[in-house]
């Protein structure tokens, strides 16, 4: 139980990191909650455990704030991974809200043709896609400038 103490703290403290850095922090975070643990159990003339592991990590403060101490270290590749993951969701959500849009225009309307169906959401995907990352800033970083 202790080990996912630890563990879930350390995720929400490196979450938005680089994986390189998130390595390296876990580590160094993972030594200093066990030494602390083992300093305040000894101070406290009891084993480590659970309400010990807690009350280290209590004395760390919120993950966020944590967090908010370390530089922004991403490398390139996780920048990529990260906006691979963004397109993905958005892609996602687009296609659930068009298959939404199907299945009413065929309620009202009666069947349609899926050529000009899969066209016209194409269409409006990579508007709305190209209006979204140029809103969000995020069309300079995809091309490097």
């Known amino acids: 139980m202790r080990n996912d103490l630890i563990k879930n703290y350390i995720n929400k403290v490196t979450k938005n990191m680089g994986s390189k850095q998130r390595d390296e922090v876990s580590k160094e975070l993972t030594a200093h909650i066990l030494d602390s643990a083992d300093a305040l159990a000894d101070e406290k003339r009891l084993e480590v455990d659970d309400d010990i592991i807690q009350e280290i990590i209590r004395r760390m403060g919120p993950a966020e704030d944590l967090a ?77 400038r």
């Open 68 to 144: 908010a101490m370390y530089p922004e270290d991403k490398t390139v590749s996780d920048k990529i991974l990260d906006h691979l993951i963004y397109l993905g969701k958005f892609t996602g959500l687009f296609i659930v809200i068009c298959i939404i849009m199907n299945i009413v225009l065929t309620l009202l309307f009666g069947p349609i043709t899926l050529n000009g169906f899969i066209l016209v959401c194409f269409v409006i995907y990579v508007v709305l896609l190209v209006i979204h990352l140029i809103r969000y800033k995020l069309l300079p970083k995809i091309l490097g």
